[in-house]
């Protein structure tokens, strides 16, 4: 009933840009957060941006001064623009809502999309 679909990852030189996009589908109740996480091969799942539902944003210091996270309420997207994209970022990136659902009336759950790979290689 709920879902989420990245788009926009693919292979980048190292300087360029991207901006991923997750749209979410099904009914909200309640999001409290948005954000996008990655995990690169053979390293742990780490935090790259969120989103809270009062606006405020948070960054991993790795990507500070070259991601930013934004939305569209009215489509429950979310969005990671990357500029200056480095070796050291290429990972699945995977977007994630912490929010109530018409399923889960009751109780906050994470959802999470299936990943879109950010490839940055010369």
């Known amino acids: 009933q709920v879902q989420l ?3 926009g990852g693919g292979l980048v030189q190292p300087g360029g840009s991207l901006r991923l996009s997750c749209a979410a589908s099904g009914t909200f ?5 948005m954000g996008w996480y990655r995990q690169a091969p053979g390293k742990e ?3 790259v941006a969120t989103l809270t539902n009062s606006g405020s944003t948070t960054y991993a210091d790795s990507v500070k001064g070259r991601f930013t996270i934004s ?3 009215a489509k429950n997207t979310v969005y990671l623009q990357m500029n200056s994209l480095k070796p050291e970022d290429t990972a699945v990136y995977y ?3 912490y929010a109530r ?3 889960t009336q009751f109780s906050a759950i994470n959802i999470w999309g299936k990943g879109t790979l950010v490839t940055v290689s010369s």
């Open 29 to 33: 109740f309640s999001i409290y957060s």
């Open 5 to 7: 679909v990245e788009s």
């Open 95 to 97: 977007c994630n809502f």
């Open 101 to 103: 659902t018409r399923a």
């Open 45 to 47: 799942r780490e935090l």
């Open 71 to 73: 939305r569209e309420n």
